[in-house]
């Protein structure tokens, strides 16, 4: 269980407070209107932006201040990959940072590699990639990496619609295999019906505790309606 | 990264520049006051500087505003040199300008057709030219950064409205000039200010010594360390009077980019285009000429230097290399401490090591060490120090921006994948900062080839670098050698600044 237990956030006339309860092994999207804090939510969570007050917790225990030492993997918006390292380097920097691999370790990332279909490709260089295969090569670390939660913050957010459906059939899948635990901010609304259990509304700097898709959509509160734009038909869709 | 390597790397510059002053001030000798002599060097040192920059400025006007607004063949080439004078050793300037200005020179040469007698460049007017070759293209630059900041669409509006030449000078270009050149004047100032070589090489006498080269000469004619103290002191006070005024005076950075382009103008008339090819034509014969002489009398004498000046071209290599790495030892860790922390200590940093003269601090440390070590022994290690410590605030301005920008992109993964200390600075900081990282290499690789201020202190003959052996050619007025040496002087000090320029850029990947 990830717990936030009273968080707050002041960065000038910026504010953003927590108080929730993430069950493990739920998909979460977040979302909300830009601006309202998704992004802060999540950096809060993985410590890269430390709280006013208040504290965070995963199965009871607080979490410690460094990041790599929280139990977090993160895919971000962009900057995933280290463009002077090849493929397989960054991908083998989600078993060890100073990147002293074995060769266990090298057929390990191999096979990560292989598992987003990327296997061949593990000299080539950021540049050299399309941008899904770059956001392949960032959930190959995530596999290595292994923590039980996966915080996405809107990572394909620059890719095409057929792209990104293929994108997050491969999260669903990797989300499953690993039984971790996922939060993914979004700005599109079908993300979240695609994908998650439960949706995490952030606005008027508040992030609410989560609310299962299905009941969300049927019922949108105020916040979300104005957001969403309204349109009932878009919101209520026959499969819900 | 910790932030101790950094705090240590400050640390050893604090020490550096205000242990040797404790160590100056403890031995100086207050006991006779000043004498006369003294005082003529703190008055020279003052309106040398004052005038020195004061003629860079206004003679730097009329360049930058042909620069700002004229596009023409061989303007970037122009504005590529106009920084090149940074990375030019001073004594090869200087003999430079002695080939055009002095007796023998070719000025002189053209005024003896008319029976006019020779001019002489040595004394006070010796050293203010030198200084205007030096500054008048840093002047040029940082002018033309203030005309090109004026936003293209103020002109375009000024066309609209009917506006002469005289309207825009009076409502846009005057407005930034004065903006600008306080800064651009109180730069000058301070580099004026502990200039030393050209004060060595060109002044000298009761009425072109300044603190400096008063400190160097009570050091090597008469050892009196007392009278040399106290002269440190007032040099160490001058600058960090000066320094105080530049603090509240928003001084520009010269490390100017984006002067590649000229802003379109509709005032254009057959008088401007006239000024304005006459002060580029002017400025680059002014510029040009010099080295293009010290190419013509020392190419031919190349091969048949003597084995003197190789040692000497030898030693400072090793010195060059070693400063350019210690900057690099510096710089990285400082930089990391100022993008994570503390901002203010790359200005702080700045302005320390420019009320700190050189020959204050090698004036401490020749104290310091004095008593235990003949100081010729560690001539080379401690130029290189110095030099080190004297390239670091460029260095900074190259590298600090650059890490800013890597930290603010892949900072956040870097956390998060656990990159701390040693893997950070191999897998994130080395290949992303190569350009940075080899520009400031390259600028205190080259700084310190042709440096001549330390190391004319503590060396003996036997240990010369290349600048001081060019030196005491010129001293022996051996001029074909001197000018022979220079050549090879130049040639190394812009091969070392473009290898390791090149090396940062080549195969970076972005």
Redesign the interface.
């Known amino acids: 269980m990830l717990t936030i237990e009273n968080a707050r956030i002041e960065m000038g006339d910026f504010t953003l407070v927590a108080d929730l309860q993430v069950q493990e092994g739920k998909r979460v999207a977040v979302l909300g209107p830009s601006g309202a804090g998704k992004s802060t939510l999540l ?1 809060m969570i ?3 932006q430390p709280l006013t007050s208040g504290v965070i917790k995963w199965r009871g225990a607080v979490m410690p201040d ?4 929280r139990p ?3 895919v ?1 918006q962009d ?2 990959l ?4 090849t493929v397989a ?1 960054n991908v083998g ?2 078993i060890r ?3 002293r691999l074995t060769s266990d370790d090298k057929k390990r990332v191999e096979a990560a590699l292989a598992r987003v279909g990327l296997a061949g490709k593990e000299a080539r ?1 950021p ?1 050299q990639l399309s941008g899904g295969q770059i956001a392949r090569v960032a959930l190959a670390r995530v596999l290595l ?1 292994d923590r039980p939660l996966l915080l996405l913050d809107e990572p394909f957010g620059a890719l095409g619609p057929a792209l990104r459906a293929e994108m997050l059939a491969l999260v669903d899948e990797l989300a499953a295999e690993t039984q971790a635990t996922l939060l993914m901010v979004s700005h599109n609304p079908e993300d979240a019906r695609l994908l998650s259990d439960d949706v995490i509304l952030v606005e008027g700097g508040q992030a609410h505790a989560p609310v299962p898709t299905a009941e969300i959509f049927e019922n949108p509160p105020d916040a979300l309606r104005e957001y969403l734009g309204g349109d009932r038909h878009y919101l209520v869709p026959s499969d819900l | 990264m910790s932030h101790w390597p950094g705090l240590l790397a400050v640390l050893l510059l604090v020490v550096m520049v205000f242990g040797t002053l404790l160590a100056v001030t403890l031995r100086a000798d207050g006991g006779r006051g000043l004498g006369p002599s003294d005082w003529a060097a703190i008055r020279f040192t003052l309106w040398q500087a004052a005038l020195s920059a004061g003629v860079s400025v206004v003679l730097a006007i009329p360049v930058a505003r042909a620069l700002a607004r004229r596009d023409f063949p061989g303007r970037r080439v122009l504005v590529t040199l106009l920084g090149a004078p940074f990375i030019l050793p001073v004594i090869v300037a200087v003999l430079g300008l002695i080939a055009v200005f002095g007796r023998t020179g070719i000025i002189s040469a053209a005024l003896g057709l008319f029976g006019i007698d020779p001019i002489s460049v040595y004394g006070y007017h010796g050293v203010i030219l030198a200084h205007v070759f030096f500054n008048l293209p840093l002047a040029t630059r940082l002018i033309l950064q203030g005309w090109l900041s004026i936003p293209a669409e103020r002109f375009r509006l000024a066309a609209s409205l009917g506006m002469g030449p005289r309207d825009i000078a009076r409502t846009l270009e005057r407005p930034m000039l004065r903006e600008v050149i306080p800064g651009a004047f109180l730069v000058i100032f301070l580099i004026c200010l502990t200039s030393f070589a050209v004060a060595l090489a060109l002044g000298g006498g009761p009425r072109a010594t300044t603190v400096e080269l008063a400190i160097y000469e009570a050091f090597k004619f008469d050892f009196d360390l007392g009278r040399a103290a106290m002269l440190a002191l007032i040099q160490f006070a001058m600058g960090a009077g000066a320094a105080m005024i530049a603090f509240r005076v928003a001084v520009p950075g010269n490390m100017g980019i984006g002067l590649d382009r000229a802003v379109q103008r509709w005032d254009d008339n057959w008088r401007q285009r006239v000024l304005d090819m006459t002060a580029v034509a002017l400025a680059s014969l002014f510029l040009l000429l010099p080295l293009m002489m010290v190419f013509v009398d020392g190419v031919p004498g190349l091969l048949t230097l003597p084995v003197s000046v190789f040692q000497a071209a030898f030693r400072s290599l090793l010195v060059a290399f070693g400063s350019a790495f210690l900057t690099l030892a510096l710089a990285l860790p400082i930089a990391a401490l100022v993008v994570q922390r503390s901002a203010w200590l790359v200005e702080g940093l700045g302005y320390l090591t420019i009320a700190a003269s050189p020959l204050v601090v090698g004036t401490g440390l020749f104290l310091i060490l004095f008593p235990f070590v003949k100081p010729a022994d560690l001539a080379l290690p401690v130029t290189a120090l110095v030099n080190a410590a004297m390239s670091l605030p460029f260095a900074l301005r190259a590298i600090v921006p650059a890490l800013r920008t890597v930290e603010r992109d892949f900072g956040a993964l870097a956390d998060g994948l656990g990159l701390h200390g040693l893997s950070r600075v191999r897998l994130l900081w080395l290949p992303r900062l190569r350009r940075p990282l080899g520009f400031a290499l390259g600028l205190a690789a080259a700084l310190s080839m042709g440096d001549l201020g330390v190391i004319a202190m503590f060396a003996d003959p036997q240990g010369v670098t290349l600048p001081l052996q060019l030196y005491r050619l010129m001293g022996a007025y051996r001029m074909d050698d001197a000018a022979a040496a220079a050549v090879l002087l130049l040639g190394l000090s812009l091969l070392l600044f473009w290898i390791f320029d090149r090396g940062g850029r080549v195969n970076a990947d972005d």
């Open positions: 950096a993985a410590g890269f460094d990041p790599a030492d977090i993997s993160m971000f900057n995933n280290f463009p002077h390292l380097q920097l989600g940072p100073d990147l260089k540049a990496r």
